[in-house]
């Protein structure tokens, strides 16, 4: 069995241009959160999926710094982009990340990995129904299901964020494509932020890691947050999911 992890990175941010390569302790943020993947135990294959934008060159380099494959395709499509960066891959099992979320944890991704495995999911994810901060979102889906994903989609908003049309028509949302379920152990920390879109973000997770340094684990930064309410206050305002909703708006 084979389980390849893909992060989207680019440097074309809309809110925050140019976030990857902001600097936390010497560190770019896309540094901090490849290293962070690569605690994962269970993963076999990392790889960075960019865009054909020349200031991409820039997030390649740091692919490259860090011994990563990194692939280039559509800035748009973003769908196509990571479904053609599988390709002569061999998945079994697909992970989805994001390098927005630099404080992504190792050992949480081992546990949604091996909670898909062991329920034979199509897709499971612990965002279906978030009750880990905005930040520690993880997504993992057989290869089968992101090629018909790739081959079926047609809304913008599902070529743009490329898992909508599996988990829109999976089980857990009442549909009968995909057999899915959310990954959860209890907590309620659905409500934190660890996630960079904006500003104010970038000065929260700089605070994380200037408290705590950069190897915590996601529960020790959520515990800091709440015991830290001027450092949470920082963002507690930006919405969830806020580019979905955009681009959602242009399905009509």
């Not at 891959?89 to 992504?104: E, F, G, H, M, N």
């Not at 495995?117 to 930040?135: E, K």
């Not at 020790?220 to 959602?248: C, F, M, P, W």
Request: aromatic share 8%; charged share 25%.
């Amino acid at each position: 069995m084979k389980i390849v992890a893909i992060t989207q990175a680019r440097m074309g941010s809309t809110r925050l241009p140019g976030k990857i390569l902001m600097q936390i302790q010497n560190q770019t943020l896309l540094e901090l959160h490849v290293r962070r993947i690569q605690k994962s135990q269970k993963i076999n294959e990392l790889l960075v999926a960019t865009t054909v934008d020349a200031e991409d060159e820039k997030t390649l380099g740091i692919a490259g710094k860090l011994g990563v494959p990194a692939y280039r395709g559509s800035v748009q499509d973003v769908l196509d982009r990571f479904y053609q960066a599988l390709q002569g891959k061999s998945a079994d099992y697909v992970v989805r990340l994001t390098s927005d979320c630099p404080l992504i944890d190792g050992q949480l991704i081992d546990k949604v990995i091996q909670f898909v495995i062991d329920r034979n999911l199509d897709y499971g994810s612990n965002t279906l129904n978030p009750t880990y901060p905005d930040g520690q979102d993880i997504e993992v889906f057989k290869y089968q299901a992101i090629e018909k994903a790739w081959k079926e989609a047609n809304l913008l908003s599902e070529r743009e964020h490329v898992t909508p049309y599996i988990w829109k028509n999976s089980s857990y949302k009442g549909g009968h494509l995909f057999a899915s379920d959310n990954f959860e152990e209890g907590y309620s920390f659905g409500h934190l932020r660890m996630t960079v879109d904006e500003q104010k973000d970038f000065d929260v997770i700089n605070a994380l890691i200037t408290g705590l340094g950069a190897d915590g684990s996601w529960l020790d930064y959520a515990r800091y947050l709440e015991q830290h309410k001027d450092v949470k206050s920082l963002n507690e305002a930006i919405g969830r999911n806020e580019g979905y909703s955009k681009t959602l708006k242009k399905d009509k």
